[in-house]
Structures are given as structure tokens and as C-alpha cells.
């Protein structure tokens, strides 16, 4: 397992789906930093010399990408915006219920029973 980026990469599997591992890069992203580097997607992150994973930290880095801490961050923050001005899916997300129009007659019991 290499550590970057405050998360813990598996070394075996490729570039391109290791980095889908941190909080707030997905898969086309992934492909972007990889096109980028010149990297092949489909190279072992183990495969990497030092010198490379450099420059991948530092390509992230320099994306301007919202990731780990700093996105947990921002989207607690949304709810709670959500909650407080009283809008429809935030008293949706208060009380335990669907919040994107799901059907509540049949379904979603257990949604509503964990409270």
C-alpha cells in the first residue's frame, strides 16, 4: 500500500483505479491525471519510480481539485445549509425519509426505521 494523499493506495492494481481510491477523484478524472503524466492507465502504481509519483502528487495538487478532507468538509456543510434554511430535502434528510423522490408507500421502510 503506498500513502498519498491522506489515503492509502494498493500498489498492485493500476494507476487509474488506484486514484479513483481518493475521496473526490473518479474515474474520468483518473484518466485526465494519467493522460497528463503520459502515464498508461493501465500501469502497476507499483511499477512507478519515486521521481513519478512526484509529479503525480504534485499534478494533483495543481488541478485545483476539491479532495479528501477539504470535499467531507464542504458537503457536511451543504446539509447542514440545507437543514437550517428548512428547504424540502433537508427536512427530508432530518427526519430519515427518501430525499430524491423516492416512493415511500412500500418502500424505504428501513430508511425511516434507523432513527
Known amino acids: 500500500m503506498v500513502y498519498i494523499l491522506e489515503t492509502e493506495l ?37 511499477k512507478l519510480t519515486s521521481d513519478q509519483t512526484i509529479k503525480l502528487v504534485k499534478s494533483i495538487e495543481n488541478a485545483n481539485l476539491v479532495i479528501n478532507s477539504n470535499l467531507r468538509k464542504s458537503k457536511t456543510i451543504l446539509l447542514k445549509k440545507l437543514i437550517q434554511i428548512k428547504t424540502y430535502k433537508g427536512i427530508r434528510r432530518l427526519r430519515g425519509l427518501p430525499v430524491r423522490g ?3 408507500h412500500t418502500n424505504a421502510k428501513t430508511a425511516s426505521r434507523t432513527r
Open 10 to 46: 494498493p500498489e498492485d492494481k493500476s494507476i487509474y483505479f488506484s486514484l479513483t481510491k481518493v475521496f473526490g477523484i473518479g474515474k474520468f478524472q483518473s484518466l485526465l491525471i494519467c493522460k497528463r503524466l503520459g502515464l498508461s492507465s493501465n500501469c502497476k502504481l507499483s
Open 102 to 104: 423516492q416512493r415511500t
